[in-house]
């Protein structure tokens, strides 16, 4: 059954114009520009995209102010004017696909759940799941299917914690905490003295302790600490095969990109940012706000604000100056050729002229 | 009980030359070159393995025809000849340890099916499965151990699905498909609008969808679309612990080597290669055909058939040219420091000539 | 209840100086340097540290004997003074955190074990752990919860198996071995032939064998070989999220770090180690006791004993001097610039000198 377009703008505080369609067909579904068709809501996600309009089939296209007039010109059919045109699709996505109700499961006769375990009211505990002696779980949580969480852990309100993840013994997750499948958080620090031509095992005795707001992506796996906490700060969102070290202190509201590494004790302060792949080396410190690109290996501490990348990392600046004379380098050797070929030919001169033969220095 | 030479012989089309080996004494397994034994066959991989012969114990070998010469020089024990030595031994692998026949299991009893779902013929579902409302699974499927398949799953036939994969609600997955273990498909993508200083999390709706013949590795993650599906194309084979980002869209027959990265977003056309942990940004295309080295680091579109490597990724041709310019600074600097000293003296022979002391310029 | 430094510092081995504290109040715990409370004992890692100690609270500091002078001029309260404080550390740690005794479970009820499977003495199977038909698993081992362990699998005594790491058929697990969460042990190798436009998936009849003491890291993954083994040398130490490929020949006592990536059939010898994210080619061959630096791309042989690190990877001292040189290079073009301009100046007064023009080459 679709919505009127009439009544989405009204919702989404849109100024609706219709352009060539003569009457308001409705929408039923989101979809982006290339894939959306006569009953889908799209949007324009900046002016770089405007010639992507030219073929659009969309049954509507949300539009940031600015950009309407140009939009115009790319497509004749109904356009939604809002401020902001993304934020305005995400509402439209939640109007027109609403997410499921959770479920009132309970706790699944399939699960397995010690009979210490304190499990709060309106949380779902699913078929297989697995939950330790003296857990406590919070309100209002989704413990999926094949999740393990070991002996102690204590566990916030509205929490998901999503197929297979584990909690080894002992950990602390805040409220409202999303954690996807497969992530491992608590395994032991890598750590081993070594001793008589072998490494012996540090006992890791420590925890992890997740603030709230905290999302954490699939596969990804997150150290206990030796003795303290390793700890992911407040808003934090880490996604997928990232790799949090032993005893780290990740700040709050940093972001970081699938695959990235962070080797033991290094601190972040907030909203730190890391590209794809970086990888950071132990007991560094990362500056507020400080950005890593994809792929940089950091070795150093990076000061607030700051942007790194390059493998040794460095200052943006330094490393694009030194990439472009490493780009040069051809150049820079036929000049010096050039050159070479310049001197030889004073010396020549310069020996004719006075009569020597070619100088020492030029043999 | 061992094969004769001569029956595996006429079996995979080979010329049997028993050498100095008094009679057909029977293979009874295959092996690596260093590790063969008496009882079992084994196969020159190439011209380059040739002096690997030399201490070889196999009670047989396979070579190609045009090595054939070359290898009795190097081994004097029965050869069998054919025109593709590893093809022939993968058949006689086959023959030699057949593969388990795969057992009528049916739902096992120790599996957790929603009654709503529907499994198809001679298809198993193995102890402590876990299969959610409304999955469509066809015929002569293997769904292993721990496997945890969201609500609303569609899966083709002849599909094995490893221990503790997962499948989020509303997958797609093509017939023939292999998922290994502890691959995670559908997760939420890493999308989210930076809000009064948090990160807010956009929701994704959207889905994965994988064609026929696409085999994933053990703990690889493909994350789900915002609205529209991320696609991997038919015969796509990616490797373990690979990163596809949402809404990628990978073309047929590609091949990803292990902790290969894609943000999100990117399109690859058919046929595109990439080595072990290289990385691609978002919203790029890799054009039909194209080869990425491992450990690239791709921020630009790369063009079909060429090949990319370093970080940034580049050219090969340009790359390595580059690379041996750097590899020579060290030279390129003596040869400046010579010049110097070069135009020095001739600027004392000047002013000496010329009755003047040294120029301003050479201050 | 504390125990109080005397008798701590007798089991120790340690020399107590109380320093200001006016008797002995007791330790009830370990801690960081700079989390330890006055109830908490805490150690000096190192004389960097030393300035950590100002602001220090612990109850007691472990020091080495040749840091205790210094260490006390930054610290008035008790220092217990060893040869190696760590060690004291750790003994301590294990003291004061007694582990908790395993728990005699046996197998759950909750378990699914095959009935031909043959389980040790004290050995724990958790619940929702899944063992295959003929596995054979030795005396006081942990078989955690989601654990799958396929037909034929073979695992010696005093194993730890964590939660949801997954065993295909048939590997060989050594005694004392630790395998963390969600590791998976045994998938296929990435092995195809292209045929016809399409990747024939090379059937992976081979093995895993995980000798003693080796720690495998949670999220790791190691592909079984295509007809022999793939092996893991004894006390060998893999971090989490790494890569070990088909019939790689891993030597003992190596140590690698988180992300690391091995291709197939590489061979690595005693006492190897390597830096975090580091990739390795295949069929490459690392020495005894030789370093691959983080983020190292090997394409090579490494001899016994060198270090290696950069992309491509070469000898540390090599890297070392060719980086120093592009860091140089805006200075070096600088230099070539100046000389440019000191040779005009030559040709214009070598021309006036001799009343000629200015020389073709510098045109």
Chains 1, 2, 3 share one sequence.
Do not use: W
Request: net charge negative; with cysteine.
């Amino acid at each position: 059954m679709p919505v009127s377009l009439a009544s989405l703008a009204i919702q989404l505080g849109a100024e609706l114009d219709l352009g060539s369609a003569e009457d308001d067909q409705g929408i039923c579904d989101v979809a982006a520009l290339e894939q959306a068709g006569p009953t889908d809501l799209t949007y324009l996600d900046g002016d770089k995209y405007l010639s992507r309009l030219d073929s659009c089939r969309a049954g509507g296209v949300l539009v940031n102010r600015e950009l309407a007039a140009k939009a115009r010109q790319h497509f004749p059919g109904p356009l939604l004017v809002v401020p902001q045109a993304q934020e305005a699709f995400i509402l439209a996505m939640v109007t027109l696909r609403p997410p499921a109700r959770r479920p009132h499961l309970g706790v699944s006769p399939h699960a397995v759940v010690a009979p210490s375990a304190r499990i709060g009211g309106a949380t779902n505990v699913h078929p297989l799941a697995c939950i330790g002696e003296r857990v406590i779980i919070g309100e209002h949580c989704d413990i999926h299917s094949g999740v393990v969480i070991g002996d102690d852990c204590v566990i916030g309100d509205g929490v998901t914690i999503y197929p297979n993840a584990v909690l080894y013994p002992g950990m602390q997750i805040g409220s409202r905490v999303i954690i996807h499948a497969a992530a491992v958080i608590g395994a032991d620090g890598f750590g081993y003295r070594f001793h008589n031509g072998a490494y012996l095992k540090i006992p890791h005795t420590g925890t992890v302790r997740i603030e709230e707001d905290v999302e954490i992506g699939a596969g990804t796996t997150i150290d206990r600490g030796m003795v303290g906490a390793t700890v992911i700060g407040k808003g934090t969102k880490i996604d997928n095969q990232v790799m949090i070290g032993h005893n780290c202190q990740i700040g709050r509201h940093n972001a970081f990109a699938s695959q990235v590494g962070f080797a033991g004790s290094t601190v972040t302060e907030d909203y730190v940012r890391c590209g794809g792949q970086a990888g950071v080396s132990d007991h560094l410190r990362l500056g507020k706000g400080c950005t890593l690109g994809p792929k940089a290996g950091v070795h150093v501490d990076v000061p607030p604000g700051e942007k790194f990348h390059g493998m040794p990392a460095g200052p943006d600046k330094e490393q694009i100056r030194i990439h472009l004379h490493v780009q040069r380098l051809p150049e820079l050797r036929k000049e010096l050729q050039a050159l070479v070929q310049r001197v030889a030919l004073l010396e020549r001169q310069l020996a004719a002229e006075t009569g020597t033969g070619p100088s020492a220095a030029a043999a």
